[in-house]
């Protein structure tokens, strides 16, 4: 057990909520597999089941860890990031655990649910121009942290090598063992791109067969929360180009109509970028033969449910 | 006239503008008036069938207009509407 007071408050690093991170369930997707012949499996990560509530627990507890271990956030300093909710609320979770403030800067127009859960947490929020989106939001924590070192420890989840390292650690293996080796495709959407990075960096070094693919949104205006148009919006530095093989480009629509059609045929109560990660996972499904191909559902339908249009459609 | 807010991932099919001043009384004109001056926006804000996608999120001021009147919400000299894009990675 590391001692790490002052700065830890009422948890050591290896016991209590942190130790729930990862191990999350593999989920058989009925709907999408080959029925008729079971040659084709389709699985997904259940990644609502960390306890923030999404796959950002991954690389929020890795980046605090890190950052605690190195020194990097002392007594009185806040950790300072951009978010689009998911990671803020990780880190709001795990900030409130150890007794470090978290400080986040997401546009004013996150969903209502986000900043409801972001403000029970007890996060300062910094609420950004929602006609920026993402990118403006990071500009303005860039900013904070340039302006107030001494106040911020700037964690910043788009170049934090700490991110990729997560997956590579936990969602990588993860992928192996519960597929007993047998997995032969890997689906992944791309916003910071630290799922796409890791998992592809563990699996090149340990079946290096299965194919990666990367998922994004088809245009930069988009309505797939959480997924990054990587060739308009400000690129990740911690995006691999060669860590995919290909790209997926999905519309909207198509990831609309998957979250309500897996909710209704399978009870899969998913969010939207879960739904973008279906879609490619179909179409993969629908060019192969026979092989097993893994998802990520990075989070539940939750935090989505005011998004009207989303729910009330056929 | 009102004016219109372009949010930074359509501006570069709205030739770069970050704002249009444009006429029309209701929504719906505005948006007709909009896409007709930069036709490439037509496909990323309506549907094949010339529906309103369902992502596309339009403010009043603070009010989502599907809380007023929808597109037929009436627009006055002054008036600015937002189209408000959803939130990226991270």
């Not at chain 1, 409801?116 to 993402?134: C, Q, R, W, Y």
Request: aromatic share 6%; glycine share 10%.
């Amino acid at each position: 057990m590391q001692e790490l007071t002052p700065y830890v408050k009422r948890i050591t690093l290896d016991e209590g909520m942190p130790s729930l991170v990862g191990n999350t369930p593999l989920l058989p997707l009925v709907t999408l597999s080959d029925r008729t012949r079971g040659k084709t499996q389709v699985f997904a990560k259940a990644e609502w089941f960390n306890p923030s509530g999404s796959v950002k627990d991954r690389p929020a507890w890795s980046i605090i860890q890190h950052a605690l271990h190195q020194g990097l956030i002392l007594p009185g300093m806040h950790l300072l990031d951009s978010t689009s909710g998911n990671m803020g609320i990780a880190y709001a979770t795990f900030g409130a655990a150890l007794g470090i403030p978290i400080t986040l800067a997401l546009p004013a127009n996150a969903s209502p649910e986000r900043l409801k859960i972001l403000e029970a947490l007890g996060a300062e929020l910094v609420l950004t121009d929602p006609l920026e989106g993402s990118d403006g939001a990071l500009r303005i924590a860039q900013g904070l942290a340039a302006d107030h070192p001494e106040k911020y420890y700037y964690a910043n989840q788009y170049d934090n090598p700490e991110n990729w390292k997560a997956h590579y650690r936990s969602t990588g293996p993860e992928l192996i063992e519960q597929t007993q080796g047998k997995i032969t495709h890997f689906v992944v959407g791309m916003g910071t791109t630290g799922t796409l990075t890791g998992v592809a960096r563990y699996l090149s070094e340990h079946k290096a067969d299965v194919e990666i693919i990367g998922v994004q949104p088809d245009s930069p205006f988009n309505g797939l929360e959480g997924l990054k148009h990587i060739p308009t919006a400000i690129q990740p530095g911690i995006y691999d180009p060669d860590a995919a093989d290909r790209i997926i480009e999905i519309r909207t629509e198509d990831a609309y109509d998957m979250v309500r059609c897996l909710a209704r045929q399978e009870g899969y109560f998913i969010g939207i970028s879960s739904g973008a990660a279906a879609v490619a996972a179909r179409q993969v499904a629908s060019e192969i033969d026979s092989g097993v191909i893994v998802t990520v559902f990075p989070d539940a339908g939750f935090k989505y449910l005011s998004d009207e249009q989303l729910w009330k459609r056929p | 006239m009102p004016q219109l807010k372009i949010p930074t991932p359509l501006r570069p099919y709205a030739s770069g503008e970050s704002t249009l001043t444009l006429e029309g009384e209701t929504v719906a004109e505005i948006l007709e008036a909009m896409v007709d001056l930069h036709p490439q926006l037509r496909k990323h804000l309506f549907s094949e069938t010339g529906q309103l996608r369902p992502f596309v999120n339009l403010f009043l001021g603070e009010e989502n207009i599907n809380q007023l009147e929808g597109l037929q919400t009436p627009l006055e000299e002054g008036d600015t509407l937002l189209i408000i894009p959803s939130i990226a990675g991270g």
